[in-house]
């Protein structure tokens, strides 16, 4: 059985294929148009992921939509009306352009199947049980709480609920406008960033504040109700109008000026601290709400909600349960993947074998392909059989290096195959890389990876964080020692490699730590700022010579400038 995945809908157009219940190949469309967080259909994504696994548009069985445009429909209609005077905005994104961007799927399935012959079946999966449900049958749990956040999906904007086996069961669910998601998105715009889009500088400006000095009006704003419904002041909000800002007056009565220059006021940091805060708690208090109700060890977090990776910290820290799974692409891309899921595991009861622990779906080049275009390109390039131990000792020299190998990975970090690697012991590092090669906000942190096995060593996490999805604390005392990604906080996003997933990853820290003493290297995303992660080689040699980095490893081959 071959299922295409897709999403298509608000953000983060994917695709994927699932061939008799193995995820086989999913590629964000973003990698391939370079149009970063693209709602574009992924026409190119689908027609890669088919073409590198050698499969037909024949051969595909059933396509899984990650949308039921049809769930809430007469909600969305009664609440245009009930706001037309403001909601203008509102009626064209979520009744006319969800028309067309439907349309738009028809028109591309009628161009492959619409003349005869056998037909793949469509499914269209209701938005948060392809993130809530579908991450849970990739989980490595057979029963597990659930908790979906996000802006909105259709209508709804929360999934309670619990997964046993193949049944999934919601408690609840709250409904736009009572959104944790456009809370904080609000709050992200409020600071001078893109909303729907820089969330995670807004995660990562709010250890600069003091969350104390807003808290308890922030805390006011936001509500968690006994069965779980979210409860928001929008008298604070304009984003129920989708028009204009997502905040009005009385928040910055409440709050102060919002950020309009390059510098941030006081206002800004201390207005971050409390957002990031308020939601942490009320996710906890979430938990607490569905592991009373569940009983369940373990619970599985979705949604763009699920990608606040210390929100993700502090439920493993302090909630109930003993660990928690986040899907590699939590947000909207990972839809694609959970509605295959969904159809196969749900609809089709298929037994659940799968389990999505490696990261690295996407596709990949060849040292062939690399060693024909670096001779089309007349580049110097050196073959290293022994590429980890050459690239370890660079690394440990202060060099940044461009590390570029094997399947990409899906979703939003960079985890070891396309990734930026430099020194985390040296103090400078994290500013030279903002500034000479990432192009960002100087404030913003940078991430470790570490091998599985020396994690205790360096940083206080009694789990794994494969997907750089939880945040935890640096130990005190190696603190000094990894100057480059401790936070200001003491906190870091750790990223925990295993040998049997990714070898040649695991190696390199491995090599590194032999010379440094530390097994430890800064990651992050192989790109500059606004720009999709690279994708192809080429996308890396443009990198690699338009920016600040001393040396690019593409498979076994280095290059130098």
Not at 154 to 163: I, P, Q, R, V, Y
Not at 255 to 263: A, L, T, Y
Not at 269 to 275: F, G, K, Q
Not at 280 to 304: F, M
Request: glycine share 8%.
């Amino acid at each position: 059985m071959n299922i295409l995945g897709l999403n298509f809908y608000y953000h983060d157009s994917t695709a994927c294929l699932v061939k008799d219940g193995r995820l086989v190949i999913a590629i964000e469309e973003e990698r391939l148009s370079r149009d970063k967080h693209t709602r574009a259909f992924p026409v190119l994504s689908a027609e890669r992921c088919l073409r590198e696994t050698g499969i037909s548009y024949s051969d595909v069985d059933c396509i899984a939509v990650s949308i039921k445009p049809t769930l809430n429909a007469m909600s969305k209609v009664a609440y245009t009306l009930r706001h037309i005077h403001k909601s203008k905005s509102f009626l064209k994104h979520e009744l006319i352009n969800g028309r067309w961007k439907i349309r738009s799927f028809w028109q591309w399935y009628n161009q492959h199947w619409g003349k005869g012959g056998k037909k793949p079946k469509v499914f269209f999966v209701p938005h948060h049980l392809s993130h809530a449900a579908g991450s849970f049958f990739v989980s490595p749990y057979e029963e597990a709480a659930l908790l979906g956040l996000d802006g909105a999906g259709e209508w709804a904007t929360s999934f309670l609920g619990k997964g046993s086996g193949k049944k999934v069961e919601c408690y609840h669910q709250s409904y736009f406008p009572m959104s944790l998601g456009s809370f904080y998105e609000a709050a992200t715009e409020f600071c001078g960033f893109k909303p729907n889009y820089d969330e995670g500088k807004t995660m990562g400006l709010a250890p600069l504040g003091d969350h104390t000095v807003f808290y308890d009006k922030v805390a006011k704003l936001v509500k968690i109700g006994k069965d779980g419904q979210i409860k928001i002041d929008l008298s604070y909000f304009n984003y129920q109008y989708w028009g204009g800002r997502r905040f009005s007056q009385k928040f910055i009565d409440a709050f102060g000026e919002p950020r309009k220059g390059k510098e941030f006021a006081d206002n800004h940091l201390n207005l971050a601290a409390a957002v990031q805060r308020v939601l942490e708690d009320r996710a906890l208090e979430l938990c607490d709400i569905l592991y009373k109700r569940t009983g369940c060890r373990k619970v599985v977090i979705a949604g763009g909600v699920a990608l606040n990776s210390v929100m993700n910290g502090r439920i493993v820290r302090e909630s109930e349960f003993d660990d928690a799974y986040i899907m590699p692409a939590a947000g909207d891309n990972g839809t694609a993947i959970g509605a295959a899921y969904y159809v196969y595991n749900h609809v089709y009861k298929m037994k659940r074998e799968f389990v999505h622990n490696n990261p690295y779906v996407g596709n990949q080049y060849s040292n062939e392909f690399i060693a024909a275009l670096i001779k089309e390109c007349k580049l110097n390039a050196e073959y290293h059989e022994n590429i980890t131990e050459v690239a370890a000792k660079y690394l440990h020299e202060g060099n940044i290096l461009g590390w570029f190998q094997g399947p990409m990975e899906i979703g939003p970090r960079s985890l070891g195959n396309r990734s930026i690697l430099a020194n985390p012991t040296l103090p400078h590092m994290k500013d030279k890389i903002n500034a000479e090669v990432k192009h960002r906000e100087p404030y913003r942190p940078f991430a470790p990876s570490c091998t599985v096995e020396a994690k205790n060593d360096f940083f206080d996490l009694a789990v794994e964080a494969p997907f750089m999805l939880k945040v935890c604390n640096v130990l005190p005392e190696k603190r000094n020692v990894l100057p480059a990604i401790t936070h200001v906080d003491g906190s870091a996003r750790l990223q925990t490699v295993r040998k049997e997933i990714n070898p040649r990853y695991h190696q390199l820290l491995s090599d590194f730590g032999k010379l440094s003493g530390v097994p430890v290297l800064l990651n992050t995303s192989f790109n500059i700022m606004g720009e999709p992660i690279v994708e192809s080689p080429v996308n890396a040699i443009r990198c690699f010579f338009s920016t600040g980095l001393d040396i690019l490893v593409l498979g076994n081959y280095l290059i130098k400038k």
